[in-house]
């Protein structure tokens, strides 16, 4: 039998006969008897585009089946997926059109394939885990199905070549993660990394480096290296791993401080550096991005009067910004000026009066949300006599807090400017002595008093001598820095018009007085006052200053 292929392949086969007559052997043949080849013959070539995986990496096949027969037959692609693999969804294309849903594994249906016709399959396998042999081996099937001129169903399968493809018994994963994903400005963060060697070689002197953001500060002394403190490591110059066996874990946490110039976002990302077997390799982590939220409220002060006399109002208004978008819920905290007065009932917030709230008990400001804006009004009165003319300074301060993600709440301040008024005011004073403690009646006793003014503003003062009933003033004898003065500056009631007394000045007032037994007391005790006025704007102020009390012992005669 012989097989002759000329197109069509013929199968040829004839039969003999060998025998003998006597000493003669001889030989019959029968005639020819010729049968024709048909069928469908597939014959698949398989190959990928890479020559060598490792884990976590695809591998893309490529099967072209050909139909090397004579008939057109039905076929139908099977390929068993290599172990440590997994088919990429939706990867399989026919003649580059998709076949969503279909499976190698379970049959790539061809249809009708004709003689000499050929069909491109491509598809995609996740290498997931490292077969025992470090190696994917592979083979497709082709199965198919014809029909006969008599009507038969004829199947036959057959088979690739079969594919090897190394795998590579290198496999290093890195994951990196913080504590939280939200901070803020002097927040401490933790970092955990992990480095995984999936690989059957050993991963030795491993080194872990850490990117230190701009702005952000390492915290000396936080390593840990799985589970060990490790006070001496810096992730700046990389933490030393050491060996990592096959099928081990490695890890490293740390914590970072932010400060205020931490930016909004801040990225970290490590790096772990390695040998196997003599050669240097590496492996990356995933960046972990962290949100800095750090509000900004900014409080704004003003006041109406630059400068101020006694017994004016002050209205005082502060203009309250969120500047981000992170809402706060905040109070107002400000305290007044000393010896300025709260006007009760003044307080306003964004127009809306506040009845009863004192402004040194603190605003409840609610809920300011990103961009929001907020207005605090309310006024002080400044009394009509002040001790001081010192500058009328005022700042308010926010206190306020924020949410983090991770459900933390941070409090936080902001201080606005300060609102300055300057006061103007004289500012009088007045202290006056006895020259003796003890006198008899008929005596004279010599008083002296200094009138100041250590205010800004000039004022027109007078000056009463107040003793009881039975001391005589001489008013002669009245001298201001040794000067006398004129008589009618004298009202003859124990009062002389000194005239105006320029801030900074200071006057020595020096008279006399005779103790009669007119008095009735074995005390005298009186005081020495000073009236003053001055202009304040288009007002006229008043006011009154008195000496402490001037107490002297008097004696009678015994005899």
Known sequence: MSLISSGNPIIQNQSLVQFASGSVEMVTYSNTVNTALVGTRIIIDKSAFESEVSLGSTITYKLIATNTGNVAGIVTVTDKLPEGTSFVANSLLLNGVPLPGSNPES???????????SVQIIFQLFVISIPPSLQLVNQARADSVFQTAEGRSVTSITYSNTLTTPVNAI???????????????SDFVSYALTIVNEGNLSLRDAVAFLTLPAGVLFAPGSVTINGVISPSADPSVGIPLGQIKSQSTASVTYRMQTTEDTPYLFVTKAVTRYLVSGMPNSVQSNEVTVTLISPEIIAVKQVNLQSAFPGDTLLYAIHIRNAQNIAVDATLEDTLPDGVNFMVNSLKLNGIPLPGAEIEDGIKLGTLLGQSKSLITFAAKIPSQVSSVSALTNSARIEYTFRLSDGRVISSRSLSNTATTALIAPIIQLTAQVDRAVVEFGDSLSIQAILANIGNLPAIVSFTSDLPYGVDLLPRTFR?????LSPSAYDGNQTWLLGSLLPGARLLIVYSAAVTDALVSEKMIGVVKAGYTYEAGDRMMSG????HLLEVDVTGDDE
Request: hydrophobic residues 35%.
């Open 107 to 117: 049959g790539i249906r061809i249809g009708s394939l004709a003689p000499q016709e």
């Open 171 to 185: 496999s290093v994963s890195a994951s990196l993660s913080a504590s939280t994903n939200q901070t803020f400005p």
């Open 480 to 484: 201001v820095d040794g000067e006398r």
């Open 544 to 547: 009154e200053v008195l000496s």
